[in-house]
């Protein structure tokens, strides 16, 4: 069962570049959608919140498309930094329980 | 700092050895999770907590156990290690202390667990 799907990548750009990740869903119950980063041998760190609006912090965009159960993360004007690998997390739907995470997408920026 | 600290950092442990993990939290948050990621798998739920001496299972307990005698702690048991229980280990906490899904967690800084 593959509640939440993302392309493992990696996804090679210079610096500058714009990238897109994408993922989807399979629960059509799922209310919240989150994006986290994380870095090699360290902890996810929550990169952004999902709305349905579509919603942007700096660099990032995240965008949520319900009716295709896909949620999508651009990032324009790549930094080294940003080196990461980008998780995908939706929640169950469920009262009480926990999210459910993507398997990740690994960025690599180079300069 | 997200205010969740777990001990230990790093631990190498023979098979069929009991072994605890601790996770701490700061914030007297009710929801605490406890996960493992492992290669080609992800973050996977093991158990997680609603409150003191409440708590429920996950998608691969099997093989571990959970108390939380206090909201502060939330201890993660391996009654008998094996070698398939080798992991890296991360406890969660709501960002917000509500009971719901809708939350996005905070994470610990993870136990890299070895079980020889």
């Known amino acids: 069962r593959k509640e939440v799907e993302q392309d493992p990548g990696p996804f090679n750009v210079p610096e500058g570049a714009t990238v897109a990740f994408n993922c989807t869903y399979s629960?059509?119950?799922?209310?919240?959608f989150f994006w986290y980063r994380q870095d090699c041998r360290k902890e996810p760190k929550l990169l952004m919140s999902v709305y349905s609006s579509g919603n942007e912090d700096g660099r990032f965009t995240a965008q949520l498309n319900r009716a295709s159960q896909y949620i999508s993360l651009l990032i324009r004007d790549s930094k080294l930094s940003d080196s990461a690998t980008y998780l995908c997390v939706v929640n169950t739907g469920q009262a009480g329980t926990a999210l459910i995470f993507g398997k990740g997408t690994t960025l690599s920026v180079s300069s | 700092d997200a205010g969740i600290t777990q001990s230990p950092r790093h631990k190498v442990t023979e098979t069929g050895t009991p072994v605890t993990l601790r996770c701490h939290q700061t914030?007297?948050?009710?929801?605490m999770y406890w996960y493992r990621q492992d290669p080609g798998h992800g973050l996977r739920l093991i158990h997680y907590?609603?409150?003191?001496?409440?708590?429920d299972k996950g998608e691969v307990s099997d093989g571990y156990s959970v108390s939380r005698s206090k909201t502060e702690d939330f201890l993660l048991t391996l009654e008998s290690a094996t070698s398939s229980q080798t992991s890296v280990y991360f406890c969660a906490r709501n960002r917000v202390d509500i009971g719901n899904g809708n939350q996005p967690q905070h994470f610990g800084d993870g136990t890299r667990l070895s079980i020889l």
């Open positions: 907590s609603y409150g003191v001496k409440d708590t």
């Open positions: 914030e007297n948050h009710r929801y």
């Open positions: 629960n059509s119950a799922s209310q919240s």
